[in-house]
């Protein structure tokens, strides 16, 4: 069974319907039956699938491709500009504390979907009424969130590349500050580690993991360690380098504690670095060896003329 999930807009949600076409991929724009009608939707993903739950509803069959007509029944940027510009106008005039991102128009072009972000929620009910009024459309609006609009709107990331959740990253994953403290990166501020956003960066997620295993090799701090017969405490870590910070108590009055960076691999690098300097036989280079023959030749030669 081959299932699709299918966005009626760049910034909506997915959903998944079942087709027949084997030939369907990512980016195909196809022609659905939903409960409003006919809509042109574009293809997200695509997956084969025999483990559906058999007491969930069955799910909706993409009606066909989409061919020539309707792809020509997409509204231009003027359309959408003109609609965005009655929106905006109404939104002034109400006051209303949100920002307009995008608009959808459905296969028909007789429905309308705004999509706009806010901090919270926006009593928008009279703004609708005036939109169907003024357009003659059936009007809906569509809170987002801030990544939605990020990835709709495209950036640049601090790395100087597109943005992660614009290029390659299809479905949003939770982000928190467990992974920029295991990255000891907190101490950079909120403004270092979030997005063009405003939220944690999702390239914090990428290598949770692999910190989270080199972290598991070291000693908790607090933990009393002996490091080559003094007694000290871990104040700090340092996975990449498989290195702690120990303190030490001062033996005398007057004296201070002492805080020193220990590296757990030491013994193994020490023993590493005394193997590569014991001497070993040398052997030279057949290629010298091929040299020092032509120049004893040509010295023989030169002695016998």
Same mark, same amino acid.
């Given at each position: 069974m081959k299932?699709?999930?299918? /966005? =009626?807009?760049?910034?909506?949600k997915s959903y998944t319907f079942e087709t027949s076409d084997s030939t369907l991929a990512v980016g195909d724009y196809v022609v659905l039956e939903t409960e409003l009608g006919e809509d042109l939707g574009r293809v997200f993903k695509v997956k084969e699938t025999n483990d559906l739950d058999p007491e969930a509803p069955p799910l909706k069959m993409v009606k066909r491709r989409a061919n020539k007509n309707d792809l020509e029944r997409l509204p231009s940027a003027e359309e959408k500009a003109s609609a965005? *510009?009655?929106?905006?106008?109404?939104?002034?005039?109400?006051q209303l504390d949100l920002k307009l991102i995008d608009v959808a128009f459905s296969l028909s072009g007789n429905r309308l979907n705004f999509a706009f972000t806010a901090n919270g929620r926006v009593d928008f009910r009279d703004l609708v009424k005036n939109l169907t009024t003024r357009l003659n459309k059936n009007i809906r609006l569509t809170q987002i969130g801030a990544r939605d609009e990020a990835r709709f709107l495209g950036d640049c990331g601090v790395c100087g590349q597109v943005l992660c959740c614009r290029g390659f990253i299809k479905d =949003? =994953?939770?982000?928190?500050?467990?992974? #920029?403290? #295991?990255?000891?990166?907190?101490?950079?501020? !909120?403004?270092?580690?979030?997005?063009?956003? *405003?939220?944690?960066? @999702? @390239?914090?997620? =990428?290598e949770y993991e692999g910190y989270q295993e080199l972290n598991g090799k070291l000693p908790p701090i607090g933990t009393r360690v002996?490091?080559?017969?003094?007694?000290?405490?871990?104040? *700090?870590h340092h996975p990449l380098k498989q290195e702690v910070?120990? /303190?030490? !108590? #001062?033996?005398?009055? *007057?004296?201070?504690? !002492?805080?020193?960076?220990?590296?757990?691999n030491r013994h193994q690098k020490k023993a590493a670095i005394k193997d590569k300097s014991e001497p070993s036989d040398f052997k030279e280079p057949k290629k010298r060896e091929k040299k020092d023959a032509i120049? /004893? /030749?040509r010295r023989s030669f030169k002695k016998k003329n």
């Open positions: 299932l699709v999930q299918i /966005k =009626f807009a760049p910034w909506d965005l *510009g009655v929106c905006q106008e109404l939104v002034d005039f109400y =949003f =994953f939770s982000v928190t500050s467990e992974m #920029a403290e #295991a990255q000891q990166v907190v101490h950079r501020g !909120s403004d270092r580690i979030s997005g063009m956003c *405003g939220r944690l960066m @999702c @390239c914090l997620s =990428f002996n490091v080559d017969g003094q007694r000290g405490v871990v104040i *700090g910070d120990v /303190k030490f !108590s #001062a033996n005398r009055e *007057g004296e201070r504690d !002492s805080i020193v960076r220990v590296d757990l120049f /004893k /030749k």
